[in-house]
C-alpha cells in the first residue's frame, strides 16, 4: 500500500474544530461532522479520526465503522487526476479487470489507494452508461473507450507529464 502522509494545515485543524463546536452538543453529530471533516481535508485520515473521536468524546471504533460503512466517506485521499476503471458486467465482461490491473501495475498502487505523490487515485466504478465503448476507464472525467490494457501506459503518460 502507498504511504501517504498526513499533510493536515493549522486552518484545517481550525475549521474541523469549529464544526466540532458547532455540532458537540447534537445527538448524532458525528454523522455531520464526519462530512464537514471529509470538505475540509477531502478525505478522512487517521489523525482526524482520533480528533473527532476525542473531542466527541466517542470510541475511535466507533468513528472508524461510520467512516469505512458509508460509501460517501474515503480513508483514503483521492489524486490530483482521478482514474476509475468501470467494472461493470458489459466492460468486465470484455476485459475490464486487466485494464485496472495495468493501471495499478503501472502505478504501483491497488485500486482504492492514491499515489504517494498524490497524482493520482484509483478507484473502479459499477456501470457509467457507456457500455458500447466497453471496456471503459475515466479520467478526470474523460472517458477513454474500446481500451486495450496496452494502452494504458501512454494514457497515464499524458497526465504524468501534465
Ligand atoms: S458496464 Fe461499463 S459502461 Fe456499462
Redesign the pocket.
Known amino acids: 500500500m502507498a504511504q501517504i502522509d498526513f499533510d493536515g494545515t493549522p486552518e484545517q485543524a481550525a475549521a474541523l474544530k469549529s464544526c466540532i463546536d458547532e455540532h458537540r452538543a447534537e445527538k448524532g453529530a458525528l454523522m455531520p461532522v464526519l462530512h464537514e471533516a471529509q470538505n475540509i481535508y477531502g478525505y478522512l485520515p487517521a489523525e482526524v479520526q482520533e480528533v473527532i473521536a476525542e473531542e466527541l468524546g466517542i470510541p475511535l471504533a466507533e468513528v472508524y465503522g461510520v467512516a469505512t460503512f458509508y460509501s460517501q466517506f474515503s480513508l483514503q485521499p483521492k489524486g490530483k487526476h482521478k482514474i476509475s476503471v468501470?467494472?461493470?458486467?458489459?466492460?468486465?465482461v470484455?476485459g475490464?479487470d486487466k485494464i485496472l490491473e495495468a493501471v495499478e501495475k503501472e502505478l504501483h498502487i491497488t485500486c482504492g489507494e492514491c499515489t504517494a505523490d498524490r497524482k493520482f487515485s484509483l478507484d473502479s466504478?459499477?456501470?457509467?452508461?457507456?457500455?458500447?465503448?466497453?471496456?471503459?476507464m475515466i479520467v478526470d472525467g474523460e472517458v477513454y473507450?474500446k481500451l486495450t490494457a496496452k494502452e494504458v501506459p501512454a494514457i497515464l503518460d499524458k497526465y504524468m507529464k501534465e
Not at 86 to 92: M, Q, R, V
Open positions: 468501470c467494472l461493470g458486467t458489459a466492460c468486465y470484455k475490464s466504478c459499477r456501470c457509467v452508461g457507456a457500455c458500447g465503448l466497453a471496456p471503459v473507450g
